[in-house]
């Protein structure tokens, strides 16, 4: 079993990467615990969960409209009745949503109490599961509340992802691009990303993509936890990524929406002459388009919504609105605050072209 | 305006001491920015805050009742609707209430937002407004959700001060003798609190204690910030304290029932030897009964809500009660997790009788 230690303002962390099932014997013997489980993995492990008694068990769908603060008040008050407190143990076990709405009970109840997370989707094995971030939908606006609370564990069996859609793994696939991508170094050589990306698509190569990905994060965050800088850059095809989850009614999952949203990145970059049609072309050719696996439909683009959830991101500061670009070929990546609503519709044509929506 | 400077592991933030209302114009100035004002705070200086655009101001009535996440999600409403999100700054003006709500707001909303908090309660200058905690209470259980966020900034202007009733002067009274018995100098001059909390009674003396009795809490908060040791101290009164803001519904104000907890706690102390029946006679006599300024009533003393109240407590880590209590004449502060039902009974009546409640 290797490890990555993480280092965090809140309290250090952990990721243990496991080859066996063996890690959740210990997790049993914790004396003070509950598990949160997406009721979805429980049934499909039901055999590996099997000894967890009912009273320390909560499960719930973990589904987008679910990751809300009515959630996470059900998970509040299931651990409110018991007699442990603050040293109760949290060990939620899911994917990105499990982890949002677990991460935010685990940081403001008790004022924080302990947390173990076992991440079930490639995405949030190779991304989110590092890096202190939980959020929560409220109301129509997406992600807006949360905070930061890394895990103090977090075991990575890849195991798990056996049982994805291959939906939910190209999700994941998303995020690995965007750090493959932004991996400072240079000159970037494209051609070995894409093979990556074709390894990851075969099982035993899956750890190692998961480390480096994890590696490239890991830089990032140590340098800047609290999101108030150079971490902004991970907002590389979120922006109108998040935007696209909205409109579609997270019909298209997470990291497919981000992929699109490079794709759209890189439309506004060529139209400032940041980056070169060579590669623009290249990036869309054989890194984007080849990872939608899903036939994508122009009712899920919606030009209203898409511009109304870019002027509800967080990030924004201005009038116009914010955007994560690359600059140059390398696709080094800043945050400008000046996307003019003219040219997000301009940029959102063009998209439309290229997916052959229009 | 003097300045005390604070360390965080979320951001490192500075109190000001006012002695004009001043600073209030330059709050007017800040581009992107809501005012969250206890209703109450409002109508009593309105003329003071008659230039805020009523687009920008949000009151509350800030009650005990009102700490929860219902507030806090009418708050979220509120500046969601805002075109600034991440880069808005929220000033909140009342009590350890607005604090409570307010700063679970700030650090939960856009993964934490800038905040500047203008405490108008004594127990909020002297006390509360530093230390980074914020608290919400869930269904019937008292302060178990929130957090660590300081704001960025505090204005302290003591003049606020005026307006409070006696029962609310005094509720920050008890911090005050709390921390002034907590302070790590030996041995400790009781006669020299007892001067001090007479002092602090009159006008033109209140901006020392609350500077002298903020010192005290730096120290501690430098070094333990989130709560996992030495400031765990600060629970000397509050482990019963809190029991009996539950079971007086909040008639016994914060500081007065924390009063009331540091005689407790002296009593469970004096039963193991721990303190002098001498010492123990002299801080009731002289710093505790003296500073409870309301008519008590037995029917404020539920054992059975008390009881419940402290199994419930977020400190409490076994099959019996957590209490901090001294163990020594000099008041060193200790906490320990074997407060059995039996002693906590046998106190309890003892309790009743010293405030002739019995």
Redesign the interface.
């Known amino acids: 079993m290797s490890k990555l230690e993480l280092n965090s303002?809140?309290?250090n962390y952990e990721v243990a990467f496991c080859d066996s099932f063996n890690f959740l014997d210990d997790l049993m013997n914790i004396e003070k615990k509950v598990f949160v489980i997406d009721k979805n993995v429980y049934k499909l492990y039901k055999e590996l969960f099997k000894n967890i008694r009912k009273d320390e068990l909560f499960l719930f769908d973990a589904i987008e409209e679910k990751k809300t603060?009515k959630t996470v008040?059900k998970i509040?008050?299931f651990l409110?009745t018991k007699?442990?407190?603050?040293?109760i143990t949290l060990i939620s076990i899911g994917g990105g949503i499990t982890q949002d709405v677990t991460g935010?009970v685990a940081?403001?109840?008790?004022?924080?109490i302990k947390w173990i997370f076992i991440p079930t989707t490639f995405l949030a094995q190779a991304d989110s599961c590092i890096g202190s971030?939980t959020s929560l939908n409220?109301?129509t606006?997406k992600n807006?509340?949360?905070?930061?609370?890394p895990p103090n564990k977090i075991f990575i069996q890849p195991d798990f992802l056996d049982t994805l859609s291959k939906k939910d793994y190209y999700s994941g696939i998303g995020e690995v691009i965007k750090f493959a991508l932004l991996k400072e170094s240079y000159p970037k050589d494209f051609n070995s990303i894409v093979n990556m990306v074709e390894q990851v698509k075969r099982k035993n190569d899956r750890l190692v993509t998961i480390k480096k990905t994890m590696q490239v994060k890991k830089i990032y965050i140590d340098e800047d936890e609290?999101?108030t800088g150079k971490r902004n850059l991970f907002n590389y095809g979120h922006c109108f990524g998040h935007a696209l989850e909205n409109s579609s009614h997270y019909e298209i999952p997470h990291g497919i929406a981000v992929i699109i949203g490079m794709i759209y990145a890189n439309i506004v970059a060529l139209n400032r002459s940041l980056i070169s049609k060579d590669i623009y072309k290249f990036l869309n050719k054989k890194l984007f388009l080849p990872n939608i696996p899903i036939k994508l439909n122009i009712k899920l683009f919606d030009e209203k919504i898409l511009l109304e959830s870019m002027?509800?991101?967080?990030?924004?500061?201005g009038?116009d609105l914010t955007i994560v670009i690359p600059t140059d070929d390398d696709i080094r990546a800043i945050k400008v605050d000046d996307l003019t609503f003219t040219e997000f519709s301009k940029s959102y044509n063009q998209l439309l072209k290229i997916l052959k929506l229009k």
Chains 1, 2 share one sequence.
């Not at 007699?83 to 040293?87: E, V």
């Not at 940081?107 to 924080?112: A, I, Q």
């Not at 807006?144 to 609370?149: E, N």
């Open positions: 303002n809140i309290h603060l008040e509040y008050k409110a007699d442990a407190k603050r040293n935010f940081s403001t109840l008790y004022r924080g971030k409220f109301e606006y807006i509340l949360g905070g930061f609370y609290f999101d002027k509800n991101d967080k990030k924004r500061v009038k």
